[in-house]
């Protein structure tokens, strides 16, 4: 289970960052790339904080804390998708 967790957290680091590339202007800086599609998905942002930060404060996430984490992150980057 925990390697299948991994996987998918590859995979959905691969995902964010591909959204983040096709939906901000080639040539600027890396950081100004994020600001730029985080400006755009404020919102997504925003309510992924919200649901994190109740993972965050537990002292040891188990498997399950932690599929929440990454379905919270594909909605991110649906949401990022679906403004590009």
């Given at each position: 289970a925990?390697?299948a967790?991994r996987?998918?957290?590859y995979?959905?680091?691969e995902?964010?960052t591909r959204s983040?590339?096709e939906?901000t202007t080639a040539?600027?800086?890396?950081?100004?790339r994020?600001?730029?599609?985080?400006?755009?998905?404020a919102?997504?942002?925003t309510?992924a904080?919200?649901?994190?930060?109740?993972?965050e404060?537990?002292?040891?996430?188990?498997?399950?804390a932690l599929?929440?984490?990454?379905?919270?992150?594909?909605?991110?980057?649906r949401s990022?998708?679906?403004?590009?």
């Amino acid at each position: 289970a925990r390697g299948a967790l991994r996987d998918d957290l590859y995979a959905v680091v691969e995902s964010l960052t591909r959204s983040v590339i096709e939906a901000t202007t080639a040539g600027d800086e890396p950081g100004a790339r994020y600001e730029q599609w985080a400006t755009a998905n404020a919102e997504s942002l925003t309510r992924a904080r919200t649901a994190l930060s109740g993972i965050e404060r537990l002292e040891r996430p188990n498997i399950a804390a932690l599929s929440v984490a990454l379905r919270t992150l594909r909605s991110v980057i649906r949401s990022g998708a679906a403004a590009s």
